[in-house]
């Protein structure tokens, strides 16, 4: 396991998974148009946000079935706000994704107030098709990720897995460019030691 | 230091990601090699976890979910708006009426008391502008649906019963109770839905939604056993509660049965979602596949599993299809194509696969006739299975490939048997087109006062007292884990129904999926109206649809056709020439 992991390590590139390219000038215009009451529009907008912000929330919750909930939430949170983008439909993306954040953190923090019971571990790692999509490298990673604390676990979210810029996460999360280059040093050598540790053990 | 660190770090990894290597990236900086690489590393690690997306479907079914909820919470708004202006220009209308009448008898009316009639006037026609303008969406009522037999109401404030009636408004404080052998929903503002079980009693306490408050829905449950399905509530302070004479259950999205005795005895277990049961100032939490029991005056039992269920039929639609199964009582589960989605039947399950498929899940089915509702989103033909399977083993397999027919889709009937919870038989009667007639009873769009989209209904079989699986809390088993707490239960004897595109053939295991077997000839070809010609080809092999992966089908047919039930879908019933669809399958 951990000669896999080094084997991934070495690779020459780090990829940047950057959103499907859709024209931002588009995506103005249906944000225009969801805000005059165009349901068809802010359909259009929902297909082009669907998968960035499902990944974004699944990552998280670590669920299928809650980050569908979850996602569709987002939306229809968005649609009964959609008027307070006019003047702003050049954010629309950032402004998508702190609803999706503050609805996670809602989830979380209900959670906690329930008191949930201890789940099944196997269950608690996720949905049976994270398994078989991921390696058993990125199990560990993923949980690991999981276990960040909250802002953390959203730079290395939205930066290595959905692929945004520093700007963008900027505007998502509302902080300077300088402390999101903090949080990414401390969640990368956080995640780090983690997984060292994990290799120790085996 | 840590900030030009930071710095460091993050530019080296834009460089990364413009397509250097890590070794190019470490000679720039060779006093920060030692503290570099390792993160340089962990980074491009993360960027190698494959991302997860949804399908395409999923895509497109999702987003036509999410218009018709938008379109609809519209109208919903609207017309909770319209009504409560309209009633209060009734009432001022009535005002004025009496003030008229009192000004015109009487025989000296002093200025002051004018002056004040028509100052109170005024303010009432301010106070309705301001009520037009910021009109919160108050939802203080619930809709009765009887789907079988017989149910008593007893009216806020009232000793005397009355027979409710299908379809009727009940506000706060009305009392319902459903006869032997009797079932009913009652369906609130925002969908979700309470089904009550023959002999059973029930108070509402409390209704409130509104946009900006919390969502709370408060029953009473004497006596019997309901079958809970809360939409899920948004809000962190919303609460859907069933106060039993010995515990309270809280939810904020689930599916349990709560049922009482006579004794005041509680159980409660959750089929999806998590439920909080609370007595004598004790707590228990019951994730899926759990559940307590509450004895008068004692604190809640520990969670304990609930007993896998000893039979099953397990229906999928593949797109463009969704569909629904109506029971013997009248009370159904599935999804509409607008993506309305109804569960009446306790301890039923929709849901849609990692394949996007949609599965309906029925436990431990009654003896008695199933109506399969198959409704198409789109054209084209949809591939779908109906399983039963009893302790492990398969009892029945049918499947099908069909097109729509005349734009209409079918109604399937299933005839099933079944003795102390385990199915004997079943087989596929008929099937006919889905006329203006639906088997589901269901209020699509229930408002305070209203009754919108109300789907008719056909006549519901009443003859269920005898064979209701009453579904003893005991024996919930479940499903294959669609609750988003993470649920387990997997039956993990499902095992995979083949597919048996073939025709006659029933419970016979031998003869399932055998190529020889398709598409019999005779049915296949054709009534085939739309050009549906069923191929063989259609397999579907549902093996795991379920978004979890479940996996567990009932073990194959191989063998023991449990019942050795041979007979041919006899076609009770049987449509005309030209509706029969366009396959008939094994």
């Given at each position: 396991m951990d000669n896999k992991r080094n084997n991934i390590a070495r690779?020459?590139?780090?990829?940047?998974?950057?959103?499907?390219?859709?024209?931002?000038?588009?995506?103005?215009?249906?944000?225009?148009?969801?805000?005059?009451?165009?349901?068809?529009?802010?359909?259009?907008?929902?297909?082009?946000?669907?998968?960035?912000?499902?990944?974004?929330?699944?990552?998280?919750?670590r669920d299928r079935m809650t980050a569908e909930d979850i996602t569709e939430e987002v939306f229809i949170k968005a649609w009964n706000a959609i008027s307070s983008c006019k003047g702003k439909e050049k954010t629309f993306s950032a402004w998508l994704y702190r609803i999706a954040h503050n609805r996670v953190i809602d989830i979380f923090r209900s959670r906690e107030k329930e008191q949930l019971i201890e789940m099944d571990p196997v269950a608690e790692a996720g949905s049976t098709e994270l398994e078989v999509e991921t390696e058993i490298d990125h199990r560990e990673l993923l949980d690991s990720i999981a276990e960040l604390p909250p802002n953390q676990k959203q730079v290395i979210i939205l930066k290595y897995i959905e692929g945004l810029?520093?700007?963008?996460?900027?505007?998502?999360?509302?902080?300077?460019?300088?402390?999101?280059?903090?949080?990414?040093?401390?969640?990368?050598?956080?995640?780090?030691?983690?997984?060292?540790?994990?290799?120790?053990?085996? | 230091m840590n900030d030009k660190f930071s710095r460091i770090l993050d530019e080296s990894i834009e460089r990364l990601i413009k397509g250097e290597t890590i070794e190019s990236c470490l000679e720039e900086y060779p006093n920060d090699r030692e503290q570099l690489e390792p993160l340089l590393n962990t980074a491009q690690l993360i960027s190698s976890i494959p991302k997860v997306s949804v399908s395409e479907k999923y895509s497109r079914v999702s987003k036509a979910r999410l218009i018709a909820r938008i379109r609809r919470e519209s109208v919903q708004a609207r017309e909770a708006e319209t009504r409560s202006g309209i009633g209060l220009f009734d009432e001022l209308g009535l005002a004025w009426h009496r003030m008229w009448q009192s000004i015109l008898g009487a025989k000296k009316v002093a200025i002051p008391v004018a002056l004040a009639l028509i100052l109170a006037l005024v303010l009432s026609v301010s106070g309705l502008l301001n009520h037009l303008s910021t009109t919160p969406a108050l939802a203080s009522q619930c809709t009765l649906t009887i789907l079988s037999g017989n149910v008593d109401v007893q009216m806020p404030g009232s000793n005397a019963e009355k027979t409710g009636t299908d379809g009727m408004t009940l506000n706060?404080?009305?009392?319902?109770?459903?006869?032997?052998?009797?079932?009913?929903?009652?369906?609130?503002?925002?969908?979700?839905?309470?089904?009550?079980?023959?002999e059973t009693e029930i108070e509402i306490q409390q209704i409130e939604y509104d946009n900006e408050q919390p969502t709370a829905i408060v029953l009473k449950q004497w006596l019997g056993r309901t079958w809970s399905r809360v939409v899920k509530m948004a809000d962190p302070g919303s609460h859907y509660q069933i106060e039993t004479p010995s515990a309270t259950a809280i939810v904020r999205g689930t599916l349990f049965t709560t049922e009482v005795e006579a004794t005041g005895t509680t159980k409660v277990a959750t089929t999806e979602g998590l439920v909080s049961v609370v007595a004598q100032g004790d707590e228990v939490y019951l994730p899926a596949c759990q559940q307590t029991q509450v004895d008068a005056g004692e604190v809640p039992s520990q969670p304990q599993p609930v007993p896998i269920s000893r039979s099953e039929i397990i229906i999928t639609f593949d797109m463009p299809a969704t569909g629904s199964v109506t029971d013997p009582t009248g009370s159904s589960t599935g999804i509409l194509p607008s993506g309305f989605y109804f569960n009446q039947i306790p301890e039923s399950q929709s849901f849609l696969t990692a394949e996007d498929r949609q599965q309906i899940n029925i436990s431990e089915p009654m003896t008695g006739e199933y109506i399969i509702a198959l409704r198409y989103l789109s054209e084209g033909q949809a591939h779908f299975n109906i399983l039963g399977a009893s302790d492990g083993n398969v009892v029945f397999n049918y499947t099908g490939n069909w097109g729509a027919f005349q734009e209409h889709g079918w109604l399937i009937h299933l005839g099933i048997h079944a003795e102390s919870g385990r199915i004997i038989s079943g087989e596929v009667t008929s099937a006919e087109p889905l006329g203006e007639e639906t088997p589901e009873d269901i209020v699509e769009a229930p408002l305070a006062g209203g009754k919108a989209s109300k789907i008719m209904t056909q006549d519901s079989d009443t003859n269920s007292t005898a064979d209701v699986d009453k579904g003893k809390p005991e024996d919930k088993g479940k499903p294959e884990d669609e609750d988003n707490t993470g649920d387990k239960g997997k039956p993990e004897d499902k095992g995979k129904p083949e597919d048996e595109d073939n025709t006659e053939n029933k419970g016979k295991p031998e003869d399932k999926g055998k190529p020889e077997d398709k598409g019999k000839p005779?049915?296949?070809?054709?009534?085939?109206?739309?050009?549906?010609?069923?191929?063989?080809?259609?397999?579907?092999?549902?093996?795991?649809?379920?978004?979890?992966g479940n996996k567990g089908k009932p073990n194959k047919p191989e063998d023991e056709d449990a019942t050795g039930n041979k007979s041919k879908p006899e076609n009770k019933g049987k449509p005309k020439d030209k509706d029969k669809p366009p396959y008939w399958f094994s």
């Open positions: 690779r020459k590139t780090l990829t940047a998974n950057k959103p499907e390219n859709v024209r931002q000038t588009d995506i103005i215009i249906l944000v225009e148009k969801a805000i005059e009451g165009n349901v068809e529009a802010f359909g259009e907008l929902y297909g082009i946000f669907l998968d960035r912000i499902y990944r974004y929330v699944f990552y998280q919750v810029d520093n700007r963008e996460i900027e505007r998502i999360m509302g902080k300077k460019q300088g402390a999101i280059r903090i949080l990414q040093m401390r969640a990368l050598a956080r995640l780090r030691e983690r997984l060292n540790g994990g290799a120790e053990e085996k | 706060i404080g009305t009392r319902v109770k459903t006869a032997p052998g009797s079932h009913a929903v009652l369906t609130f503002f925002e969908g979700s839905t309470v089904k009550l079980e023959p005779d049915k296949a070809k054709d009534e085939n109206n739309t050009g549906n010609k069923g191929k063989p080809e259609d397999k579907g092999k549902p093996e795991d649809e379920d978004n979890t």
